[in-house]
T-cell receptor
């Protein structure tokens, strides 16, 4: 079945540092890939997405590229801020399931210190 | 546009009690799902629905029931609460089957 493996956390960085959170996936079909962010006490919200190979999703300075050859979708940001402190989830939705449900990684907690 | 709403926000139950977690969306989404979130385990799918009258089991369905009588509402019922069901529960919806999901704010449930 489908699965998502995320870089284990937690991750602690200083403000303005470079961020990478690794994500690899296994899927039977051609999935859409997502990064969601969860701030304390809130639900998940979409950060960015990519729907086909070589697509790059970007939002709020975050980027991730859909790499079919390495089955990866790593999240990057060039300069993190304290306000980026949150839990980040990589997820996929497989078109073969046709069911509107997603498979999630375990989440990576990011703490950014001033 | 309220998006996805969930009630209650917090709930404490005793072992053996039953309750219903409410979820509603006003975006006319056909696809809805229930997840539970436990520390270090990401989100696990409990039940999902592809439209009114159609539901199916996810990864961890035991102890939970769902029904979908309207497009807007997708309640989750705990039949006989157990401490293992202590968790944060999220409802989500999407417009198409492989689109991004919109999440509610969650219900934090404690079973004593």
């Amino acid at each position: 079945g489908d699965s998502v493996t995320q870089m284990e956390g937690p991750v602690t960085l200083s403000e303005e540092a470079f961020l990478t959170i690794n994500c690899t996936y296994t899927a039977t079909g051609y999935p859409s890939l997502f990064w969601y962010v969860q701030y304390p006490g809130e639900g998940l919200q979409l950060l960015l997405k990519a729907t086909k190979a070589d697509d790059k999703g970007s939002n709020k300075g975050f980027e991730a590229t859909y790499r079919k050859e390495t089955t990866s979708f790593h999240l990057e940001k060039g300069s993190v801020q304290v306000s980026d402190s949150a839990v980040y989830f990589c997820a996929l939705s497989d078109e073969n399931t046709n069911a509107g449900k997603s498979t999630f990684g375990d989440g990576t907690t990011l703490t950014v210190k001033p | 546009n309220a998006g996805v709403t969930q009630t209650p926000k917090f709930q404490v139950l005793k072992t053996g009690q039953s309750m219903t977690l409410q979820c509603a969306q006003d975006m006319n989404h056909e696809y809805m799902s229930w997840y539970r979130q436990d520390p270090g385990m990401g989100l696990r799918l409990i039940h999902y629905s592809v439209g009114a009258g159609i539901t199916d089991q996810g990864e961890v369905p035991n102890g939970y029931n769902v029904s979908r009588s309207t497009t807007e509402d997708f309640p989750l019922r705990l039949l006989s609460a157990a401490p293992s069901q202590t968790s944060v529960y999220f409802c989500a919806s999407s417009y198409r089957p492989f689109d991004e999901q919109f999440f509610g704010p969650g219900t934090r449930l404690t079973v004593l």
